[in-house]
C-alpha cells in the first residue's frame, strides 16, 4: 500500500498528539457521545492451525493425517460430539456452553495465496485477490456508522495505525498510552505548529487527534490499570475492554498478534501451539469480564489469514494451508455451537489435496457483524464487489 502526504502527515500527527498527552484538553473530551454497537476485530497473524484449536474429533481423517501432532480424543473438550476444543482453550467453554461464544469452521478467503503477506492484505483490505485497494474494510465501516465525525471512535492497540484502518476516516492508535507528564511548553509547541498551517483539513484533523489524545489520557488515568497478561494480546485485550466500558463514542477496536507459523514442533495437546492457545484464551476471558455492561453491545470476532495443512510435515509442524476457523464472542453471539458446512478431511474432500477447504467466505462472517449488529447495511461499500444479503447469513447474531 502506498501512502499518500496527507496520510503520512495524519499518522505522524496522531503519533505527535499521544506523545504529549494533551492533558488541558481531558475534561472536556470526556464527555463522550451515545451508545453504540461495537465491534472488535483481532487478527492472528501467522496462519494458526484451526484444526487444532477447534479439533474435529468426529472426523476419522484428522486422526490419519496428524499422527504426532493431533489431539488425543480423551484430551479435547467435546462440544457437539464431532467438534471440539484443544484442551488449552479450557476457560472459553463456559463462554461457549453460556451462548456467548461461537465457532465458524472452514472459513476463509476464497484467495488460494498462501503468502503470509498477501493474504493479511487481502483481510485487512476486504478485497481478497485485489493488491490496489487503498484504504481497510474497517476504516470503510468506520465512515459508514459515523467514526469521522468523533474524536475517539476507532482505535488499534497498536503502535501504528494498521492496514485494516487505512484510510481517510480517521482512527488512534493506542500504542503504549499517553504521557500526560510532558512539559506544558512542549505540548504547546506542537499544538501550535498545526494550529498555524495553512492547510484547513489538517488542522481540523489535529484539533481532532489531540481531542482523542485527551480523552485517551483522560480514561486511562482514572481507576486502576487493566490487568495484564500473558503475550501481546493478553495486553491489548484487557485495555481495550475497559476503554470500551469506559467511553461509549468508541465504535471499534482493533488488536493483533504474531507467532502462529508454526512449521517445527507444533506439537498436540501440549507444546508451542498449546502455550499460545493459553495465552489467546486468558486474554479473550479478560476481556470479556473487562467489558462489565458493555458487553451486551460488544462484538468480538478473531481470525487469521489461512489454515495449516491437515497433514503434519516432516517436522512434526504444519505448513500454509487453506480453510480455518473464526472465534465470535459477544453479547448479541448466539453462541453454544459451530456453524459453517463442514468439507470433511478424506483425500477427496482437501482442497488441492492437501488442506481444509473453505465453505465459508471470512467476509460473509463480518458482512453478517456490520449489517446486523453494527446496522451498517450497505455491506458492498464494506466489502466492495460482495453483497450476500440477509438471506445467506448464518445466524450469528440473535
Same mark, same amino acid.
Request: include cysteine; proline fraction near 7%.
Given at each position: 500500500?502506498?501512502?499518500?502526504?496527507?496520510?503520512?502527515?495524519?499518522?505522524?500527527?496522531?503519533?505527535?498528539?499521544? *506523545?504529549?498527552?494533551?492533558?488541558?484538553?481531558?475534561?472536556?473530551?470526556?464527555?463522550?457521545?451515545?451508545?453504540?454497537?461495537?465491534?472488535?476485530?483481532?487478527?492472528?497473524?501467522? =496462519?494458526?492451525?484451526?484444526?487444532?484449536?477447534?479439533?474435529?474429533?468426529?472426523?476419522?481423517?484428522?486422526?490419519?493425517?496428524?499422527?504426532?501432532?493431533?489431539?488425543?480424543?480423551?484430551?479435547?473438550?467435546?462440544?457437539?460430539?464431532?467438534?471440539?476444543?484443544?484442551?488449552?482453550?479450557?476457560?472459553?467453554?463456559?463462554?461457549?456452553?453460556?451462548?456467548?461464544?461461537?465457532?465458524?469452521?472452514?472459513?476463509?478467503?476464497?484467495?488460494?495465496?498462501?503468502?503470509?503477506?498477501? *493474504?493479511?492484505?487481502?483481510?485487512?483490505?476486504?478485497?481478497?485477490?485485489?493488491?490496489?485497494?487503498?484504504?481497510?474494510?474497517?476504516?470503510?465501516?468506520?465512515?459508514?456508522?459515523?467514526?469521522?465525525?468523533?474524536?475517539?471512535?476507532?482505535?488499534?492497540?497498536?503502535?501504528?495505525?494498521?492496514?485494516?484502518?487505512?484510510?481517510?476516516?480517521?482512527?488512534?492508535?493506542?500504542?503504549?498510552?499517553? #504521557?500526560?507528564?510532558?512539559?506544558?511548553?512542549?505540548?504547546?509547541?506542537?499544538?501550535?505548529?498545526?494550529?498555524?498551517?495553512?492547510?484547513?483539513?489538517?488542522?481540523?484533523?489535529?484539533?481532532?487527534?489531540?481531542?482523542?489524545?485527551? $480523552?485517551?489520557?483522560?480514561?486511562?488515568?482514572?481507576?486502576?490499570?487493566?490487568?495484564?497478561?500473558?503475550?501481546?494480546?493478553?495486553?491489548?485485550?484487557? #485495555?481495550?475492554?475497559?476503554?470500551?466500558?469506559?467511553?461509549?463514542?468508541? $465504535?471499534?477496536?482493533?488488536?493483533?498478534?504474531?507467532?502462529?507459523?508454526?512449521?517445527?514442533?507444533?506439537?498436540?495437546?501440549?507444546?508451542? &501451539?498449546?502455550?499460545?492457545?493459553?495465552? &489467546?484464551?486468558?486474554?479473550?476471558?479478560?476481556?470479556?469480564?473487562?467489558?462489565?455492561?458493555?458487553?451486551?453491545?460488544?462484538?468480538?470476532? =478473531?481470525?487469521?489469514?489461512?489454515? $495449516?495443512?491437515?497433514?503434519?510435515?516432516?517436522?512434526?509442524?504444519?505448513?500454509?494451508?487453506?480453510?480455518?476457523?473464526?472465534?465470535?464472542?459477544?453479547?448479541?453471539? #448466539?453462541?453454544?455451537?459451530?456453524?459453517? $458446512?463442514?468439507?470433511?478431511?478424506?483425500?477427496?474432500?482437501?482442497?488441492?489435496?492437501?488442506?481444509?477447504?473453505?465453505?465459508?467466505?471470512?467476509?460473509?462472517?463480518?458482512?453478517?457483524?456490520?449489517?446486523?449488529?453494527?446496522?451498517?447495511?450497505?455491506?458492498?461499500?464494506?466489502?466492495?464487489?460482495?453483497?450476500?444479503?440477509?438471506?445467506?447469513?448464518?445466524?450469528?447474531?440473535?
Amino acid at each position: 500500500m502506498t501512502l499518500s502526504r496527507r496520510d503520512f502527515v495524519k499518522r505522524g500527527l496522531r503519533a505527535a498528539a499521544a *506523545a504529549v498527552g494533551a492533558p488541558g484538553l481531558a475534561r472536556a473530551a470526556l464527555a463522550g457521545g451515545p451508545p453504540g454497537k461495537r465491534l472488535v476485530v483481532v487478527f492472528l497473524r501467522g =496462519a494458526i492451525d484451526g484444526l487444532n484449536v477447534v479439533v474435529p474429533h468426529g472426523d476419522p481423517g484428522y486422526y490419519a493425517l496428524r499422527p504426532s501432532i493431533a489431539v488425543p480424543r480423551d484430551q479435547v473438550l467435546d462440544l457437539d460430539g464431532c467438534f471440539g476444543l484443544h484442551p488449552a482453550l479450557a476457560s472459553l467453554a463456559p463462554l461457549y456452553r453460556g451462548g456467548h461464544l461461537a465457532l465458524v469452521h472452514a472459513a476463509g478467503s476464497p484467495d488460494p495465496t498462501r503468502s503470509h503477506f498477501d *493474504a493479511q492484505d487481502y483481510m485487512e483490505s476486504g478485497t481478497p485477490g485485489v493488491k490496489s485497494t487503498p484504504d481497510g474494510w474497517l476504516d470503510r465501516c468506520g465512515r459508514r456508522v459515523g467514526c469521522g465525525a468523533a474524536p475517539l471512535c476507532a482505535v488499534s492497540a497498536g503502535s501504528t495505525v494498521p492496514r485494516i484502518l487505512a484510510g481517510p476516516g480517521g482512527s488512534f492508535a493506542l500504542g503504549t498510552g499517553t #504521557r500526560g507528564g510532558r512539559d506544558a511548553r512542549e505540548e504547546q509547541a506542537v499544538r501550535a505548529m498545526y494550529e498555524r498551517s495553512l492547510d484547513a483539513p489538517l488542522r481540523e484533523e489535529a484539533r481532532q487527534a489531540f481531542l482523542a489524545s485527551a $480523552r485517551l489520557g483522560a480514561l486511562e488515568g482514572a481507576g486502576a490499570p487493566p490487568p495484564g497478561g500473558g503475550g501481546a494480546l493478553g495486553q491489548a485485550l484487557p #485495555r481495550l475492554a475497559r476503554l470500551l466500558r469506559a467511553d461509549p463514542g468508541i $465504535r471499534l477496536a482493533f488488536a493483533d498478534a504474531g507467532g502462529w507459523d508454526h512449521h517445527v514442533n507444533e506439537g498436540g495437546a501440549e507444546g508451542q &501451539l498449546a502455550n499460545r492457545l493459553r495465552e &489467546l484464551a486468558g486474554a479473550l476471558e479478560r476481556f470479556w469480564e473487562g467489558l462489565g455492561d458493555a458487553a451486551g453491545e460488544t462484538v468480538l470476532v =478473531a481470525l487469521s489469514e489461512f489454515g $495449516r495443512t491437515a497433514r503434519e510435515n516432516g517436522s512434526r509442524g504444519t505448513d500454509h494451508g487453506h480453510g480455518n476457523v473464526m472465534l465470535v464472542l459477544g453479547g448479541p453471539v #448466539r453462541g453454544g455451537a459451530v456453524y459453517g $458446512r463442514w468439507p470433511g478431511l478424506a483425500p477427496e474432500q482437501l482442497h488441492e489435496g492437501r488442506d481444509l477447504a473453505v465453505t465459508t467466505d471470512f467476509r460473509l462472517v463480518l458482512a453478517e457483524v456490520v449489517d446486523r449488529h453494527l446496522g451498517c447495511d450497505r455491506v458492498d461499500a464494506v466489502f466492495p464487489g460482495y453483497a450476500p444479503g440477509p438471506a445467506g447469513y448464518l445466524g450469528l447474531l440473535g
